[in-house]
């Protein structure tokens, strides 16, 4: 009964059109052109490193897209036990007929390479992608002076990305995109605050949906300190050598912040919502591979945006958590603050275990309005397919096993539940009707 329910909720769940609100997909390359691109994306890479292959041969300049494909695949094999590796066979199976009963191995990936090549050489495969995945709208990651031009911003819908203006100002080389992007040039505290409303001026106008800035265990914003900023805002700007020097840290913590309250009082005044990506350390394993470095800290705890979520009552918080130990928490303040929604499943809580447990938690205690359920995270289009249909397949066992069986729920009042979690809120969260 509960299998045959769970198939029947999934199938339901599965022709529900997808707006993917975060993703880090190029607009003008969205879909993949060899298998390499696919093979590339950092679960592999950091999974097949960490599994033995020496980062040189990966990372090889210049390598082949073909020869870097056969490297990865001769050190796949540890790997088929992860739900990575399944994301691969899906996507494989979905989108270039692999067989169904195959593993990918090294007699057999030169011809899902060709299979894939020609299949990707088509001039609408970008539509294919999007069509088989019931994709509408693909949120983006943009760089704050993104001209945000040559693509369509209906399809692809623009995001302020902010960690470089937060937590890098004080690179010459972000100053100076900051003033080209804005025709300002950043002098003190006013000509500062001008230049980001700028940005959120260009982002607006171009259809943007959001502001969005993945942050430290250790980042706690709080209201600025006028004076500490003009203080600190002069070391900062002539700062001149990208080799920053920590005797500016203290200054630096202090124009971050600002900067960042500075952006949640634009987002209050442009009606954005502000996705937080919260408790990324960066370069924990500096040999690591590309993307494959960086860690979560469970030291971190939402009591330090309190003042945030407190002082910002009109400013809706998507919060994503790197950890599952932090769901509880999250949950909680979902719960207490009207203004805090559950945002997805990032990053080292992307695996079904976590998501089941975190998922279960958020529908069971914080209103359905308020959690967007899954977003892909993907670097190309193909990944959105076999990352969403993992979602649907832990949605629909939730709502089969806890709502329709223990608690009486119909099928049908499942299926509004799980339409409203994969797109209405999406919709209504980020003004998308």
């Known amino acids: 009964m509960s299998s045959e329910l769970r198939q029947r909720l999934f199938a339901e769940l599965d022709s529900i059109r997808l707006i ?45 897209p073909k020869e870097k494909v056969r490297r990865l695949v001769a050190r796949i094999e540890p790997l088929r ?18 067989p169904a009963d195959e593993h990918l191995t090294t007699s057999n990936w030169e011809s899902l390479y060709d299979s894939a090549a020609k299949k990707m050489a088509q001039p609408d495969w970008e539509q294919q992608v999007l069509d088989r995945t019931k994709l509408d709208a693909v949120f983006l990651t943009n760089n704050f002076d993104d001209p945000l031009k040559g693509f369509d911003t209906k399809r692809y819908v623009p995001c302020l990305r902010t960690d470089d203006l937060v ?10 995109r900051l003033q080209q992007a804005t025709n300002t040039e950043v002098l003190d505290l006013e000509s500062l605050r001008h230049a980001i409303g700028r940005l959120f001026e260009h982002f607006t106008s171009k259809s943007a949906r959001a502001c969005a800035i993945s942050l430290p265990p250790h980042f706690a914003p709080r209201e600025p300190d006028r004076s500490a900023v003009r203080h600190s805002l002069g070391p900062v700007l002539k700062w001149d050598d990208s080799d920053i020097d920590s005797t500016l840290a203290e200054d630096r913590a202090t124009i971050a912040n600002f900067v960042f309250w500075t952006l949640a009082e634009y987002c209050a005044e442009f009606k954005l919502p502000f996705d937080l990506m919260i408790g990324v350390n ?71 275990a976590y998501i089941e447990h975190d998922a279960a938690a958020r529908l069971e205690a914080v209103p359905q309005t308020k959690q967007i359920g899954y977003y892909s995270d993907a670097y190309k289009l193909e990944f959105c397919l076999p990352k969403f249909a993992m979602y649907k ?27 409203r979690i994969l797109r209405g809120n999406v919709e209504s969260i980020f003004n998308m009707a």
Do not use: C
């Open 282 to 352: 960066r370069a924990v394993y500096p040999a690591g591979v590309y993307q494959g470095q960086d860690l979560y800290d469970s030291r971190v705890s939402l009591i330090q945006y309190k003042d945030l979520f407190n002082a910002f009552p009109q400013v809706t918080f998507p919060i994503s958590v790197l950890a599952s130990v932090t769901n509880q928490e999250l949950v909680s303040y979902a719960w207490i603050f009207p203004n805090v929604v559950t945002n997805g499943h990032w990053w080292y809580s992307n695996t079904p």
């Open 393 to 419: 397949r832990i949605l629909a066992k939730i709502l089969a096993e806890r709502f329709i069986i223990e608690r009486g729920w119909s099928e049908q009042q499942a299926i509004d539940l799980g339409r």
């Open 81 to 98: 036990n992860t739900i990575q590796y399944s994301w691969l066979l899906e996507l494989a199976r979905e989108f270039f007929d692999f």
């Open 167 to 176: 937590f890098h100002l004080a690179k010459p080389e972000i100053r100076q």
């Open 20 to 64: 993917d609100p975060h993703s880090h997909i190029e607009p003008k390359s969205a879909a993949s052109k060899s298998l390499a691109d696919i093979l590339g994306y950092h679960y592999y890479t950091e999974l097949i490193h960490s599994a033995g292959m020496p980062r040189t041969e990966i990372e090889d300049p210049g390598l082949d």
